[in-house]
């Protein structure tokens, strides 16, 4: 298995322009996760998904979206990127069973919006 | 919604000395508490859990403690060894299967030899 798997590792934007980070899973996890990791501010949720299908927000979801057309597959894309979201993007995913919680992340994705 | 607090920021001790960090929730709809490892430039690990029906949990040198009612749950490491310098965080979780995850600001621990 793979796990949980993101690219791209590194990205640079100007400010205003889109774009899409991948995040997939090998592991049939319902659960899936997109959280930002900035300096002295831990782990922010953005979005999560409970199964393809359905998404919900998180802490910080403005600027972004996603989608959840598998259970594989959960997208983040920035619509009109801007300097502030500039960080550290890290991708999760959990089996969602009662008494397996624990969250598998992936590598991360490195954004920087100049 | 779930606030999660974290404390200290940062922790320096002496290699062999114990060390301690706290977390504070806000949901009392909070029923899992997990504590993540990471490494510079590393993705976070799941280091040990505990879910709201149980006090305590060990594992070899952590342990973590819950007390639901303070809404207050703790990490400590004993015996620290210099690979045990990493940042630390603590989180509360919330639905079936603690998908909602708040995580704290994290700890930076420090491990003098």
């Known amino acids: 298995n793979a796990g949980v798997t993101q690219t791209p590792k590194f990205q640079v934007l100007k400010t205003g322009q889109s774009m899409t980070l991948q995040c997939a899973q090998d592991m049939n996890h319902e659960y899936m996760s997109w959280y930002r990791q900035d300096p002295g501010m831990g782990l922010r949720l953005i979005h999560y998904s409970v199964g393809a299908g359905i998404t919900d927000q998180g802490e910080v979801p403005n600027g972004y979206n996603v989608s959840r057309s598998t259970t594989e597959d959960f997208p983040l894309r920035l619509l009109s990127a801007a300097p502030s979201q500039t960080s550290v993007y890290f991708c999760?995913?959990?089996?969602?069973?009662?008494?397996?919680?624990?969250?598998?992340f992936g590598p991360g994705t490195r954004l920087t919006v100049l | 919604g779930e606030n999660v607090e974290q404390h200290p920021s940062t922790l320096s001790v002496q290699e062999g000395d114990s060390a301690v960090i706290k977390c504070t929730y806000s949901?009392?709809?909070?029923?899992?508490f997990p504590w993540y490892k990471q490494e510079l430039g590393k993705r976070p690990q799941l280091i040990i859990d505990?879910?709201?029906?149980?006090g305590e949990k060990k594992d070899q040198r952590i342990a973590v403690t819950l007390n639901k009612t303070a809404k207050h749950f703790s990490l400590h490491i004993t015996e620290t060894q210099p690979e045990d310098s990493a940042v630390y965080f603590c989180?509360?979780?919330?639905?079936?299967?603690?998908?909602?995850?708040?995580f704290g600001a994290g700890t930076r621990l420090f491990v003098k030899a």
């Open positions: 949901d009392s709809a909070s029923n899992y």
């Open positions: 505990i879910r709201s029906n149980v």
């Open positions: 989180a509360a979780s919330t639905g079936t299967g603690g998908f909602k995850t708040i």
């Open positions: 999760a995913s959990a089996l969602g069973l009662a008494g397996y919680n624990e969250q598998f």
